[in-house]
């Protein structure tokens, strides 16, 4: 826990002050984490704001502080989410608003940009995020969550408030589609 | 070094690979510092939405309020006794009123008139 209980027990009561100091101290990590979910580093604070946005409005609703960090991951999950649903629609009509050589050209160019792009970390960043392309944005974020965030099965568990087999499943059919992208995205690398 | 450690990937499995990658992924993606407006857009964003909440709190009182209101005066309205202009005689009194017994249309005897057009 970053903040002390008697803090949350504060917020909870309405004291902003409280609530301010308990945004400045998860206001990294919560930062951290939306930039990996959602690969959009524009869209990353407007999207931590509305985690706590749904915080302050729904800290009442929080039986007991102890379950204060499964609660906030619970609602930066539910943030990202509706961010990639959003943006998954406007993709789509973005697209399908370009005729097909327009789409060609488009992919072109950012292949090209690709190719003159030196640094490495962009690099691993491009190949994760496509890779996570093979799985859908629920899957995505479980295994972000999992893989990258280092959550334990508990700690998913209390955030998703299902099972831990169920989750183990979920994991392992989304970590075997992933798997199988990187086997195709290697093939290409080294015919 | 470099094609040491090239073996040493080429003898993982992939699914060790993936976690190499997932972990370079991690360390390529470090938690960013927010922006100095962020805090005061955040609390922006709160002041609004409080401001929404309380019209629509606001509307729902006034709708409620209107409701009540309305209920009261019909209430009161229906309560209010009026001098009735109809009479209290029952259905079947009207109706001999109307069509007392010396009307002949109703009383006399039915006329039937046979014609043979044979003949």
């Known amino acids: ?44 604070e407007d999207v931590a704001q509305e985690v706590f946005l749904r915080l302050y409005f729904s800290l009442d609703q929080l039986r007991t502080a102890m379950v204060f960090e499964p609660w906030l991951h619970r609602l930066t999950v539910n943030a990202a989410y509706d961010y990639l649903r959003k943006q998954r629609r406007r993709q789509e009509y973005r697209m399908s608003d370009l005729s097909e050589q327009q789409v060609m050209m488009a992919d072109a160019s950012a292949s090209g940009k690709a190719e003159h792009e030196e640094q490495h970390q962009k690099k691993i960043r ?23 965030e280092g959550l334990s099965l508990k700690e998913l568990e209390k955030i998703y408030k299902v099972n831990e087999n169920a989750l183990k499943v979920r994991l392992f059919r989304a970590r075997q589609r992933v798997l199988k992208a990187f086997g195709s995205s290697e093939k290409r690398k080294d015919p | 070094m470099e094609p040491m450690r090239g073996n040493d990937e080429a003898r ?13 992924y991690r360390d390529a993606c470090p938690d960013p510092e927010a922006s100095a407006n962020f805090m005061p857009n955040l609390w922006q964003r709160i002041e609004a939405r409080q401001t929404y909440m309380f019209s629509l709190r606001r509307m ?24 009735t202009t109809y009479s209290s005689e029952s259905y079947i009194e009207a109706l001999a009123e109307a069509n007392p017994l010396e009307t ?7 006329h039937l008139e046979i014609s043979d057009p044979g003949r």
């Open chain 2, 12 to 24: 993982q499995s992939p699914s060790q690979r993936l976690d190499a990658l997932f972990r370079a």
């Open chain 2, 104 to 110: 002949p249309e109703i009383l006399g005897p039915v």
């Open chain 2, 60 to 83: 729902a009182n006034a709708f409620v309020t209107a409701a009540l209101a309305l209920s009261l005066g019909l209430g009161v309205y229906m309560s209010i006794p009026r001098s």
């Open chain 1, 126 to 148: 491009e190949s994760v995020d496509s890779l996570l392309g093979a799985v859908s944005e629920a899957d995505r974020i479980l295994l972000m969550l999992k893989e990258v």
């Open chain 1, 1 to 44: 826990m970053l903040v002390d209980f008697e803090l949350i027990e504060r917020a909870q009561k309405g004291d902003n002050v409280a609530f301010n100091e308990i945004v400045l101290a998860y206001r990294k990590r919560i930062l951290g984490t939306i930039t990996r979910l959602i690969a959009r580093p524009e869209d990353v």
